[in-house]
């Protein structure tokens, strides 16, 4: 009888130490689980400064000495950026004009943005208008044709014609310096000439062109 009453608590005492060891064993892997790990070498590197900006082109003309200044951002602002510029004549605004007469005026257009132009383009308006200048006017209708512009840049000839040919013209028309970087400046000269043969009838009379420069990059 005693041998048999002992052999359950035997197999009791075997079974007690599996299962305390699975027991911990267990915990160690719950551990694991939830940590990742026990130990280990980290290392990492955050960029704080990561940015992309945007520059501007802006555009200045000026006339002989500084003392006229229009810009493109005259307009209201860089979102804009087109502006319309009265102060500056490129024709020179001669009211006494004689026949074979030249007025010259320079003017520079300069790049006053930040980020370089990459084509330069001038336009001249659909047509040139003839009006009346003051109270004495002669009857001719075609001052346009009489009066010659030539337009330079430095040793460049941008355009020889009428003030009639020059109405209407596209890019193709111009010989344009290269695109300014940002900060230079381009000179131009307009030298504007009454043909010698206009006579009397062309007495009182003004002619006008719109021009428009253009910068793009």
Sequence with gaps: MSSHASAPKNKRRRFAPVALGAGVLGAVLL????????????ASITNS???AATGALVMQEQNAGATVTCLSTDGGSVSTNAATCATINKFGGSTLMTPGNTVTTPVTIKNIGTVAA????LTAGATC???????????ATDLCAKMNIVI???ATTVFNGTLATLAGGTSAKFTMPAAP????TVPFSFAVTL???AGN?????????????????
């Design 181 to 184: 970087a940002a900060g230079v």
């Design 195 to 197: 043909d010698s043969a």
């Design 118 to 121: 990459t084509t330069f383009t």
């Design 129 to 139: 208008t003839q009006t009346n200048s003051g109270t004495l006017n002669g009857t």
């Design 31 to 42: 551990s694991l689980s939830l940590t990742g790990t026990m130990s280990g070498f980290v």
């Design 201 to 217: 009838t062309y007495q009182g009379l003004q002619a006008s062109v719109p021009l428009t420069w253009a910068f793009s990059s």
């Design 49 to 51: 400064q990561n940015t």
């Design 152 to 154: 330079t840049s430095g």
